[in-house]
């Protein structure tokens, strides 16, 4: 489960916050230029948890990444997931983190234009096309 600060709280968690937030959990957020393909990891060290995020990939691309292994971190000690379910379940999660579908379904309902949409929630274009099925299907049909 994702635990909150008392000074913070899902609703105010951004993508442009987000490395704030982890970092105020106590774990480090480090960049290193990493290979292609290979987005973040997790390690644990002296006791301290590290993130460390590819400094070559685009800044929306590197908010998912801490949030996605932010979420990692949080589900490690459900071993009852296996691996991959935790990793799409951290997928999820940390979609939802950075873009809650309460907000995405009133800003989805006012534009259809991708590139509005990732102006305005500061998410990957392939983040929006993931956050809602119906809209995927309408933006399809309007190309």
Same mark, same amino acid.
């Given at each position: *489960?994702?635990?909150?600060s008392?000074?913070? @709280?899902? &609703?105010? =968690? +951004?993508?442009?916050? =987000?490395?704030?937030?982890? $970092?105020?959990q106590?774990?480090?957020?480090l960049?290193?230029? %990493?290979?292609?393909? =290979?987005?973040?990891?997790?390690?644990?060290?002296?006791?301290?948890?590290?993130?460390?995020?590819? #400094?070559?990939?685009?800044?929306?691309?590197?908010?998912f @990444?801490? #949030?996605?292994e932010?979420c990692?971190?949080?589900?490690?000690?459900?071993?009852?997931?296996?691996l &991959? $379910?935790?990793?799409q379940?951290?997928?999820?999660?940390?979609?939802?983190?950075? %873009?809650?579908?309460?907000?995405? $379904?009133?800003?989805? #309902?006012? @534009?259809? &234009?991708?590139? +509005?949409?990732?102006?305005?929630?500061r998410?990957?274009? *392939?983040?929006?096309?993931?956050? &809602?099925?119906?809209a995927?299907?309408?933006?399809?049909?309007?190309?």
């Amino acid at each position: *489960m994702i635990s909150y600060s008392s000074t913070e @709280t899902s &609703d105010n =968690i +951004t993508s442009e916050n =987000i490395r704030q937030f982890v $970092e105020s959990q106590g774990i480090v957020v480090l960049f290193q230029q %990493l290979s292609p393909g =290979i987005r973040g990891s997790t390690f644990k060290k002296k006791g301290i948890q590290y993130i460390i995020v590819n #400094a070559n990939d685009p800044p929306e691309r590197q908010n998912f @990444t801490i #949030a996605h292994e932010y979420c990692e971190i949080q589900l490690e000690s459900n071993k009852d997931l296996s691996l &991959d $379910e935790r990793h799409q379940l951290a997928n999820t999660m940390a979609g939802e983190l950075l %873009l809650p579908t309460a907000e995405f $379904e009133p800003a989805a #309902a006012l @534009t259809s &234009d991708l590139h +509005t949409l990732k102006r305005c929630s500061r998410v990957s274009v *392939m983040k929006l096309l993931r956050a &809602d099925w119906f809209a995927v299907n309408r933006l399809w049909f309007q190309f």
